[in-house]
């Protein structure tokens, strides 16, 4: 009995170590495909463009922050300043590693991984985070990480858009330059007739300012991006923004009159015009020199389309139009705020909606442009509180 002790011994340990060593029947992981989509007459540029449509791409930096090899570092959004850096506060990538509790390597060493908490600190509050280890991301809210995929949207944040027909090639495109963070705009310009104007109109939608989540407060410089997601931010869909930021004004310009004590604000309207609040030539969140689109140029935009404006102006991602004047309007959706827990960001692929610089005649609500595949409308009043877009114009 003794001497078959050792050879049963030796039996059970060829047989597990055939088991260990047997085939291993995995199967791999393939990542969703990017959601694709489906000009006679042409316009000229203030200049002159490659034609590559190159965007801004995200950049990381990272620091070791403490003795457990807990690795924190910032993910641009595509804004940089004005010296060309990347911008390290408009997002941050976290994670961590340890030593303790791993098990043996074959070289004898033992090594683990593990995620942070999910708390996050008030300097990172509306900040978009993501944990290297599993490649999620997640909005600091409250002092406590939400993961961005449970955030309502018409769209799933991992579903982008194919955006290489998101400008009309036959059309002659210029470019400029924002000096404020060095981020390139595509521009093209349009001839009014009636007006003897030629105006020269970002043919994105503005991109300036910091992300931060939706129904945050916005101050100077923030933004919204669709889903709380910067990849739209970064890719021709642009911020969205509420009425005061847009016009540059304090966040309390949401809630009252801007004649009022608390807001103090007012536009300049030129000399002369019968409806001079559609010819404003507001800055805003634009750039120096330039205004945020009013009434009557985006008349004449409809004025001068025979069919929907989306149809000769409207991008052909998601299907939008045909784009013929090159002027490139996504329906890039926006931030509805009821005032409520059911705020959320809405309508992607189905409308654009852009601020204009009028105040409606509630405190409560200004004036935007709504463009949708088959209906255009100017001068219709909102909350000053939703997330629009921005197209912004040249003085002349």
Known sequence: MKRLLPFALAL??????????????????????????SSEILSSGDGTSDGNGDKSSSSVSSSTTNSSSSAKSSSSTGDKNSGGESNPASSSV????????????LDGTSSSS???????????????????????????KNGLLTEIASSSSAVPTSSYFDMTEQFNEKVSYGEFTDPRDGQKYRTVSLYD????????????????G????????????????YDDDPWYCENGWGGLYTWSNAMGFPAICDSV???DEACSQKFIYPSGQIEPANYVQHQGMCPENWHVMNGNEWAYISESSSRSVAYYMGSKVAGFGSNNYGLSILPAGYWIDYGNEHNKF???KVQSQFWMPQQADTDLKAYMTSVSRKNFSRNFPVSKKYGNSIRCVKNY
């Not at 597990?16 to 694709?36: L, R």
């Not at 509306?126 to 280890?133: C, I, N, P, S, Y």
Request: with cysteine; net charge negative.
């Open 12 to 37: 059970f340990a060829a047989t597990m170590f055939f088991t260990a060593c047997g085939d291993d029947d995995s199967s791999s992981f393939v990542e969703p495909e990017k959601e694709s989509s």
């Open 94 to 105: 976290k994670s961590s590693s340890s030593e303790e509790g791993g098990g043996d390597d």
């Open 114 to 140: 593990e995620l942070e908490d999910l708390s996050c600190s008030p300097e990172e509050e509306g900040q978009v985070l993501e944990f290297t280890l599993t490649g999620k991301k997640y909005i600091c």
């Open 193 to 208: 007739k009636v007006y003897d104007i030629t105006y020269t109109i970002f043919a994105e939608n503005l991109n300036y």
């Open 210 to 225: 910091e992300m931060i989540s939706g129904g945050t407060l916005q101050g100077d410089s923030t933004k919204y991006c």
């Open 257 to 259: 009159s801007i004649s």
């Open 346 to 348: 809405d309508e992607i």
